[in-house]
């Protein structure tokens, strides 16, 4: 039985390869639709990737609080958020850092030029909050919060914008009758296009030196980030509720997290990838459904080569084994082919790439990709095979 199995795989090879251009052009669907699916996993857990990592880059595990209103002005300041909110904060346990700004437009005068700029007082452990980028210089220590000292950061923008010719290090900016001297350069870790304190022209300066020229402690955002991603919503309604504790009724404060942007984002992305896959399982489906018309066509040149077999003693079982042993090495070929290609695009695709995006290869796509190329064959190949096995010796033998 095993030199009758043996000698079907070779006789199912060769008629595989004495129509080189028909298994090839089958093939091929095969190959395109393998390919389909590790790529569109791939793409789709880049995208993922990515599209989190842009909105946690922001800051990890965080949650800010806005004041809003106030049922009147009369005693506006008392519905403020102030350092002792921040200080509150800071204290619960699940916070790992807390801190605070407030930002007012101002216009800087450089080189006997007057421009128009923002002005940002921040806290410390702002810059782990935010993960802000020094490109060159430092940010500010605790001395210079502690001393009020009159320095500052310039955003990169601001800083050639200004500076466009030297390095705008140890150089002066003048506000008014004050004097700031430029200690650091940054950028934001994350774009966010001017939807946070941090514009195009922002300045940031210690908040203590705001507070002593303002003679306000007044934080416009609190920030404040949790430990863990399970702490956040904790956190957020203990932010909350201090707030609520510590003014007057009727105040209405905005406090939110990324938990529902993200939540979201992976929403989307879980979604994009299920569409993503039926279309590359569609793509299986026709090449399968060219297997098994071109399987048919093959089965009714080759009727007579049936009749043969039969007669010399080949069993229905024989038969049907060589026909399906013929759709899966069809599908097996495409499958690797298809594989191969899919996995070595985005190999080759990586050096273009930006830096911070990586594609990742799911090596659970590969095998999802190969197992369902297989059973593609095999579940298309069966009808033509059962077909060629049922047919009678001498019918076969008689057939043009």
């Known amino acids: ?91 619960i346990p699940q916070v790992a850092v807390a801190a605070g700004t407030r930002d007012i437009r101002q216009a800087v005068v450089v080189a006997g030029v007057e421009r128009p700029i923002s002005f940002v007082g921040v806290t410390e452990g702002f810059q782990q909050i935010r993960k802000l980028i020094v490109l060159r210089g430092r940010f500010f220590d605790a001395e210079d919060m502690q001393l009020r000292s009159k320095v500052c950061l310039l955003t990169k923008e601001l800083a050639d914008r200004i500076f466009p010719y030297e390095d705008p290090v140890g150089r002066t900016i003048r506000v008014s009758e004050l004097s700031f001297t430029v200690i650091g350069v940054f950028k934001e870790r994350v774009a966010t296009f001017g939807l946070t304190e941090i514009q195009r022209d922002s300045v940031l300066i210690p908040f203590s030196l705001m507070k002593y020229y303002t003679g306000e402690d007044v934080l416009g955002v609190l920030y404040a980030q949790a430990r863990s991603p399970e702490d956040v919503v904790s956190v957020t309604r203990q932010v909350e509720s201090i707030l609520r504790s510590r003014h007057p009724a009727g105040a209405v404060y905005d406090v939110h997290d990324l938990g529902a942007i993200l939540d979201a984002a992976k929403s989307v992305s879980r979604a994009l990838t299920i569409v993503l896959v039926l279309v590359a399982f569609i793509a ?29 003693g080949a069993p229905r079982s024989e038969i049907l084994y060589q026909f399906l042993v013929e759709a899966i090495m069809i599908s097996g070929t495409g499958a690797v082919a298809g594989i191969l290609i899919g996995v070595s695009i985005p190999v080759l695709l990586q050096p273009l790439l930006p830096g911070n995006v990586r594609v990742p290869v799911s090596w659970l796509s590969v095998v999802v990709a190969f197992l369902v190329s297989c059973l593609t064959g095999v579940f298309f190949g069966y009808l033509p095979a059962n077909r060629a096995a049922k047919l009678q010796p001498t019918e076969s033998l008689r057939y043009e």
């Open 1 to 91: 039985m095993g030199i009758l199995r043996g000698e079907t795989i070779v006789v199912a090879f060769d008629a595989l390869r004495a129509n080189k251009v028909r298994a090839f052009l089958t093939t091929l669907g095969v190959v395109i639709g393998s390919a389909c699916i590790v790529l569109v996993v791939t793409i789709a857990l880049s995208g993922r990737r990515y599209v989190i990592g842009q909105i946690e880059g922001v800051g990890s595990n965080l949650v800010h609080a806005e004041y809003v209103r106030s049922p009147g002005q009369a005693m506006a300041l008392s519905y403020e958020i102030n350092l002792g909110d921040m200080e509150a904060v800071a204290g």
């Open 284 to 312: 299986l489906l026709i090449s399968g459904v060219g297997i098994m018309n071109i399987m048919l066509v093959t089965v009714t040149e080759r009727t007579r080569e049936i009749g043969i077999r039969r007669a010399i």
